[in-house]
């Protein structure tokens, strides 16, 4: 029946694909930052529903579940693509198709790819097929930046010992992400007794301590563990009240990341030394507040992660076309790698623009990625 259900696909694909399409844009008018995707995840379930599929819930973390045949069951393969966007937006964000292609900020990270999943899912519900081994579709929860895989790690902790194998669909499918990139992010505020420019000149000013901090922390060269990449980034800087006054307040949003657990570490020692420094300097009350923590993998059978990586790249060059290399990412694998869960993160579109609202999803792509999503999901059927 899974051989009979993917010809069926095939042999449809132009009808799937302008299902798919149309689920884009519906998805696409659903707001959904990360820790605010009630609608969406609403939305989801629902559409499940109607198209037949039972045991549907959204769990705690805003996780939208569909498990088949994962009753009492030990070996379950794990599907999810995360519906937040990285963009703050609750206002419906603007779409447009142009017949060759989709654009909306979000469109392709991860709206594309989870409303592919979906269809797939769909059809396996109108078929019946019953799965060899548990398989759980995840609509998962806060992925992107400040929503520290909130929704992966919840979906871990209920699952714990259950889950054998990780898929997530996220991104382009001439790349798949096999190592974790690990990060540490942190919130950094600075206070000081500010004052008048010109009256209390030689008072402490917060902006130039945050400014020495960031000098210190971005005169380091990065360690190096073999072929591992490890970068930092100050990403937001703000504070003062006005040109005329000694800053008072001042705020830092920094982060390291890197593919190597070891590299991570010497990047923590490294931040936590110049912090020290700063406060003993005395340029300014220093409070440091940890934001996010994302893990490397750790512990991982890298037989197996070679063989689901094999198996993926061959499925996405068989119905792309196109060469599929490997990368370090941070995706929603960084929490099952780092409890020793193989997993890889496949993308099934093509288009550009990430995280920017001139994002857009190459119509002509989505039938490639319809059939790579639906021979991983059906070879457990």
Request: charged share 25%; with cysteine.
């Amino acid at each position: 029946m899974a051989k009979e259900l993917f010809d069926f696909i095939s042999e449809h694909l132009e009808d799937v694909k302008q299902e798919t399409v149309t689920l884009i844009e519906q998805l696409c008018a659903i707001p959904a930052p990360s820790h605010h995707e009630e609608k969406r995840a609403e939305f989801c379930k629902k559409w499940l529903e109607n198209c037949g599929a039972e045991g549907v819930v959204i769990d705690s973390a805003l996780n939208v579940l569909y498990p088949l045949g994962c009753e009492n069951k030990d070996d379950i393969v794990l599907f999810l693509a995360h519906t937040d966007t990285v963009f703050p937006d609750t206002e419906p964000m603007p779409f447009k198709n142009d017949g060759e292609y989709l654009y909306s900020p979000g469109v392709g990270d991860d709206t594309t790819c989870l409303a592919i999943m979906l269809t797939v899912a769909k059809y396996i519900t109108k078929y019946g097929l019953v799965p060899k081994r548990g398989v759980l579709f995840a609509a998962n929860s806060c992925e992107e930046g400040l929503g520290n895989l909130k929704g992966i790690k919840q979906i871990m902790k209920d699952y714990e010992g259950r889950i054998s194998e990780v898929y997530s669909f996220d991104g382009m499918y001439k790349r798949l992400a096999n190592k974790c990139v690990g990060s540490h992010r942190y919130e950094i505020i600075f206070k000081t007794e500010g004052g008048h420019s010109l009256n209390d000149f030689g008072n402490r000013n917060a902006i130039y301590a945050m400014s020495e901090l960031v000098h210190n922390l971005y005169s380091y060269e990065v360690p190096v563990c073999g072929d591992s990449k490890t970068t930092y980034n100050a990403g937001v800087a703000e504070g003062g009240t006005s040109v005329n006054t000694i800053a008072q307040n001042a705020k830092l949003l920094y982060e390291y990341r890197s593919d190597s657990d070891e590299c991570l570490e010497k990047m923590r020692e490294i931040f936590e030394t110049e912090i020290a420094k700063s406060k003993e300097r005395n340029d300014a009350e220093i409070t440091v507040n940890t934001i996010g923590v994302r893990p490397c993998g750790k512990g991982v059978d890298e037989k197996r992660l070679a063989k689901m990586t094999e198996k993926c790249i061959k499925i996405c060059e068989k119905h792309s076309g196109f060469e599929c290399k490997t990368s370090s990412a941070s995706t929603d694998c960084n929490i099952p790698m780092s409890m020793g869960i193989p997993a890889v993160c496949v993308g099934i579109f093509w288009g550009s623009g990430a995280h920017t609202r001139e994002e857009k999803v190459e119509i002509a792509s989505i039938p490639a990625g319809i059939k790579i999503a639906a021979e991983l999901i059906l070879e457990n059927f």
